[in-house]
């Protein structure tokens, strides 16, 4: 996962970008990269266990971008939602653009993520 932002949220130095995002009832999070300014980029899988589930109830995918701050985390932006049922069409390895918006739509920045859909034998 690669992000690049336009500003930096940071009012002091550099800010400290991670992405988060919702699935099934969770929240998970990539780790932290301190000081990394206007772009990070992570080497961070994440498995999401039985899409189908998400794909009937209609669930989609949103990442957010945060800077880590010791008081309370700035929310940065979010990628548009994309539904799960658009990450299995293939099981090629996918190389997706999402752009990151704030609050007001604007654009921000954008992440790049790649996502591979793997038929788990054994899945009910
Ligand atoms: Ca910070």
Do not use: C
């Not at 990269?33 to 949103?62: Q, Y």
């Not at 945060?66 to 799960?84: E, F, R």
């Amino acid at each position: 996962m690669r992000a690049k932002f336009h500003k930096d949220a940071d009012a002091w130095g550099k800010q400290d970008p991670f992405v988060q995002f919702r699935y099934n009832g969770k929240v998970l999070k990539t780790s932290v990269k301190a000081g990394a300014g206007k772009e990070a980029t992570w080497n961070e899988e994440f498995t999401l266990d039985n899409i189908a589930r998400e794909i009937a109830s209609g669930n989609k995918l949103r990442l957010e971008a945060l800077d880590d701050d010791t008081v309370s985390d700035d929310w940065i932006g979010a990628t548009m939602p994309l539904s799960y049922s658009e990450l299995v069409t293939t099981s090629e390895k996918v190389m997706r653009k999402l752009e990151f918006v704030d609050k007001a739509g604007k654009e921000i920045g954008y992440v790049n993520i790649s996502t591979q859909y793997i038929w788990a034998v054994g899945n009910d």
